[in-house]
């Protein structure tokens, strides 16, 4: 064997070794997070059959003004609670949506992946929100429910953080930095040489044949991965918060809301019909979420209510009492990252319709074969009473190219969970060396 044959093969065994370590930390997780976002991907047809009678009413002839609904929700929110937003109806058959926030309640953090308050759209309810559904054409109030217990934000909490507070968003944050290395690693490994074919041979059998549609499954949604990995990432809290700091070096953060903006008193204020109405005459034709004034001289603002059309994005700031725009950012204000975003979260979540769904459903299927054939082989592959870890040949360690040095410098530097884990991997790897030159001394 030659010294650059050599070099490969010890390379190769380094990244073996490496996948394996990634598998072994990430895959319960990753079982997890994929279980329950295959749930997740179902939320509109089960949120059609569960809330029907809140979201839609039969149309009628003409609407009352949008403050008689936000009245009657007032009416039936509990006392002391404030509107925290507004979503009149786009389509004729939507209800009104009013959402309430109790005394001191905060917004979300989760709601907005993380993001400072000033720099994020609204789209999140504050926690322990509740929404009153209001009938645009009587007023009549069609029930209320509160944000948590509905069953896309159920969804949501479960598969972000298994149902607990951020306190354990790190094991899904952890998981998916050892997925991106898996990814890497994976596709490295696939990748064809010399006469070598990615394709899964016909006919193969066995261990080989486990391996070759593992590979080959692995890398053929690998954009998919990258964009699900990437965009769940930017939302973690760990390596959410390296990414936005480098989306607002790089000069890639959202544009920004002009500070001192506020309303001129002059004439009456504007009520929730005028607002309505001065939105959606500069606004794109999508649902509109109003937020009132908290003060006399503070503005209306007005934003997106539906995230599955993004390139309808919007932010609109405007008079009290005039209606006169002060600050607007479309789809073209939004920067590269801001766009990349905008679009990779909603498709994450399964927002772009029927196709978007049915890719993530052949998505999870793939990542949950992925990880028994792993599993599979592994079994198939370890010796009775050995751990079964991938042989490192001689010098593996030793053996990576300065590329790939500098790629897992820049993803420990991006993850932090992967910096921190992966030195206590170093420490056992160093450990379990130690322990085999022992056993080789004692023969």
């Known amino acids: 064997m030659d010294d650059a044959t050599f070099l490969i093969a010890r390379r190769k065994s380094l990244y073996w070794r490496i996948h394996f370590w990634a598998a072994l930390i990430a895959s319960p997780f990753a079982l997890v997070a994929t279980l329950t976002g295959m749930l997740y991907v179902f939320t509109p047809q089960i949120e059609t059959r569960l809330y029907q009678h809140l979201d839609h009413v039969a149309p009628q002839v003409s609407m009352l003004p949008l403050d008689a609904a936000v009245a009657a929700a007032e009416r039936a929110a509990p006392r002391g609670w404030t509107v925290q ?3 009149p109806p786009f389509q004729q058959d939507d209800a009104v949506q009013v959402a309430f926030a109790p005394p001191g309640g905060a917004q979300d953090e989760h709601a907005g992946h993380g993001m400072p308050v000033k720099a994020r759209p609204a789209f999140g309810l504050p926690a322990q929100a509740i929404v009153v559904y209001v009938n645009p054409y009587d007023a009549r109030v069609l029930g209320s429910l509160a944000s948590s217990e509905r069953f896309g934000n159920w969804a949501k909490k479960l598969h972000s953080r298994l149902l607990q507070n951020d306190g354990w968003r790190w094991m899904i944050e952890l ?32 261990r ?31 390596a959410g918060g390296r990414i936005r700091a480098l989306r607002d070096v790089s000069g890639q953060a959202p544009p920004s809301v002009p500070r001192g903006l506020h309303s001129t008193e002059e004439g009456a204020p504007l009520d929730w019909q005028d607002a309505w109405q001065v939105a959606r005459s500069h606004a794109p034709a999508i649902a509109v979420q109003l937020t009132a004034p908290a003060s006399q001289d503070d503005v209306w603002r007005a934003t997106m209510a539906d995230r599955s059309q993004p390139t309808l994005r919007f932010d609109l700031q405007f008079d009290a009492y005039s209606g006169k725009p002060l600050y607007y950012a479309g789809w073209e204000a939004q920067t590269a990252f ?21 890719l993530l459903l052949v998505f999870g299927a793939s990542v949950l074969f992925s990880l028994v054939s792993g599993w599979v082989m592994f079994f198939k592959r370890r010796l009775p009473g050995s751990l079964g870890l991938p042989r490192l040949l001689p010098g593996a360690w030793s053996s990576p190219s300065a590329l790939a040095w500098l790629a897992a410098v820049l993803m420990c530097a991006l993850m932090p969970l992967l910096l921190v884990s992966g030195a206590m991997l170093v420490l056992l790897e160093l450990i379990l060396a130690r322990a085999s030159r022992r056993r080789w001394a004692a023969r």
């Open 85 to 87: 937003n507004v979503v």
């Open 208 to 238: 080989n044949g486990w391996r070759q549609w593992h590979a080959f499954l692995g890398v053929a949604l690998g954009l998919v991965s990258l964009v699900i990995l990437t965009t769940g990432l930017t939302w973690s809290q760990q």
């Open 175 to 206: 998981a998916a930095s050892w997925l991106m290395v898996m990814l890497v690693t994976g596709v490295v490994l696939w990748w064809p040489r010399g006469a070598q074919s990615g394709l899964p041979k016909r006919g193969a059998r066995g």
């Open 338 to 358: 801001g766009k990349a975003t905008a679009i990779g979260i909603p498709f994450h979540r399964g927002e772009f319709g029927w196709w978007n769904q049915a």
